[in-house]
């Protein structure tokens, strides 16, 4: 990926990467600690189309929301090579019996040697979450394993 | 007693109509310096309410806004971005000098003023004024544009071309021969020289002196040194906003950008009491004659920088569209040719005229920039042939 650095000088610094589709997107990070996300026109690649103004936290969740999914996809790719073993993203449902609770009371490797290796809340991925890490209802669990262990550990976030 | 309640009554009328003025001026999408001026004008023909008794105070705080303006453009940029944008821009820079420094002058001899007036005028119509045109680009979200860092970088030049013209501009005022000019002129090179290398070699240590965990000792050191060098320049006969300037440049680093965080509002305070009594000083029987002039001036350096722009925007490979919102931002012209002008006026070394002219120049100038980086792309369709861009 090519990304120019501008400095903006007083302001702060400008970092874009023009896109396949010709769009050319970017971030200025203001001295103040403030960051900006620009979308370039179609018609006019040197002219801003869309701006958002975002704060550090907000930066932090949309590169999760972005970075996510490519985290789950690096692992499947690992996992890949090694015959019979998947990577799955469970939901910890509402009324799920572990809404609340720590990963350990899962038993989870006990029950299924499925391996959670990570967990994605609001778009920001814990990885390695230690057993103390107590889940809640709309967290997604990445879980590593055969397709058998898999379908336990599914059964497990759901019922218990 | 009763005098001082006077006093607070009258002072509290003057900053709460600047504010009323300020707020009117935003919302139609102008900057508040030329109503300011405008207010300023209007009390000093002791029109509405002849002020007394606050003359004193406004006095020292027009002299403080000065100060705190040359303080905060020099605090704008680090010392590394002046000189990385002198390496990048110099000849963009140089255009932009010689195109917009020359209508100024040219008028200052057309009226008689001589080269002190030319000089002064140069400066007036050459600087562009770096606020009100952080400001419009903010607000029109061009901030994230690819020509943005072509018109800061011009600006950038124009921060260091202004550390050489004002110590220059004060040793003439000061009444110097052309051999004491040129003096001025070595002196002042190797003064900025100095000044950039201390801060790029030595900015924490300076920084250090003024930086503070507590904001309280933080504003008060700041402040403090601010208005100590400024008093001490002026009494080695460079002017107060030179030495705040060049404090302003040698300050680097986070200490920099605290600074400019703290005296902001500090800032739009003082200065805006310094357009005002910069009003209440011009005659306003003074403006009529010269306002054919202001035009003229107004048209032409309106062209020229657009063409600066163009020109800049041009050899960095932006389009078209984007080599005119370029030029169109960089029209704006505001309290850096109020600043120069009222050096040259407080100074007593040109006519009264000179005052009547930039104020009259700057009205038009701070209210036809935010709207010319405005009406630029509807206009500038209709201009610009449009081509297919190609995608770079």
Known sequence: MDVTVTPLPGLGTQQDFVTRSGHRIGVITYRDGRFELIVSG????????????????????????????????????????????????????????????????????????????????????????????EFSAGDLVVVVGTADGLRAAGEILERG | MHDTAISLIELGA?????????????????????????????????????????????????????????????????????????????L?????LVLNSAPGAIV?????????????????TYI????????????????????????????????????LYLPILTAVLGGVSLLGGLTAVGVSLIVISIVLVVALKFGRYVSALIDSPDPEVFLLRLLGSALLVAGIASELQVSAAVGSFLLGIAISGSTAQN????????????????????GLNTDPSQIPPVLGFALLLAVVTAITKIGTGWFAARSQGIGKMGRARAGAALVARGEFSIVIAGLAVGSGAVSGELAALATAYVLLMAILGPVAARVVEPVARLLVSRKPQTQS
């Open chain 1, 42 to 133: 179609h018609d006019d690649p040197d002219k801003v189309a869309a701006s958002a103004g975002l704060t550090a936290e907000e930066t932090n969740t949309l590169a999760n929301l972005l970075g996510a999914p490519q985290l789950v996809a690096r692992l499947s790719e690992q996992q890949r090579e090694v015959a019979g073993i998947n990577t799955w993203q469970l939901p910890v449902n509402q009324g799920s019996p572990y809404d609340g609770r720590a990963l350990g009371d899962t038993e989870m490797r006990t029950r299924t040697s499925a391996s959670i290796v990570a967990v994605v809340r609001e778009g920001t991925v814990h990885p390695s979450p230690r057993p103390d890490f």
């Open chain 2, 108 to 124: 200052a001899l057309l009226l008689g003023w001589g080269p002190i007036g030319a000089l002064t005028m140069a400066g007036v």
């Open chain 2, 128 to 163: 562009s004024s770096s606020g009100i045109i952080a400001k419009v680009l903010g607000d029109l979200g061009r901030l994230g544009n690819r020509e943005t860092p072509v018109v800061l970088s011009i600006l950038v030049f124009e921060d260091l071309a202004m550390a």
């Open chain 2, 92 to 96: 963009a820079g140089l255009v932009d």
């Open chain 2, 259 to 278: 600074a400019t965080r703290m005296l902001e509002p500090l800032r739009d305070l003082f200065a805006a009491v310094f357009f005002v009594v910069f």
């Open chain 2, 14 to 90: 003057v900053f709460f109509g600047l504010g009323v003025l300020g707020r009117l001026a935003w919302k139609i999408g102008i900057s508040p310096i030329p109503l300011y001026l405008i207010g300023g004008i209007a009390f000093g023909t002791g029109g509405l309410i002849p002020l007394h008794g606050i003359e004193p105070f406004t006095h020292l705080a027009s002299e403080i806004g000065v100060v705190l303006l040359l303080l905060l453009l020099g605090l704008e940029y680090s010392a590394g971005e002046l000189v990385t944008g002198l390496r990048r821009s110099w």
